[in-house]
């Protein structure tokens, strides 16, 4: 079993800066893939960036060069810094982590 809490969203205006953390604990393997996917109203869920143990990283073209993961690998952590933010980034961020889904955060991006 893995559980995952994550911390970091909010409400934040068009431009803006937000960074989402997450800490796993657990059985957490030494070779992994972290990552967030994210669901907004209405739409399906997607992937936003995964990282692996090595550090290979993938994004979704929709976020690739305004956001940045990054992992804490002795913490079992994982982090998504979301710079220039857009309306259409607004929705639940999760943290997956093994298979294993956080409860979610919510982002909005407002003015």
């Known amino acids: 079993q893995v559980q995952l809490v994550e911390s970091g969203g909010g409400l934040v205006q068009p431009g803006g800066s937000l960074r989402l953390s997450c800490a796993a604990s657990g059985r957490i393997f030494r070779f992994n893939t972290m990552g967030w996917y994210r669901q907004a109203p209405g739409k399906q869920r997607e992937l936003v960036a995964t990282?692996?143990?090595?550090?290979?990283?993938n994004y979704a073209d929709s976020v690739r060069g305004r956001f940045a993961i990054s992992r804490d690998n002795a913490k079992n952590a994982v982090y998504l810094q979301m710079n220039s933010l857009k309306l259409e980034d607004t929705a639940v961020y999760y943290c997956v982590v093994q298979g294993y889904w956080g409860q979610g955060t919510q982002v909005t991006v407002s003015s």
């Open positions: 990282m692996t143990s090595g550090g290979s990283t």
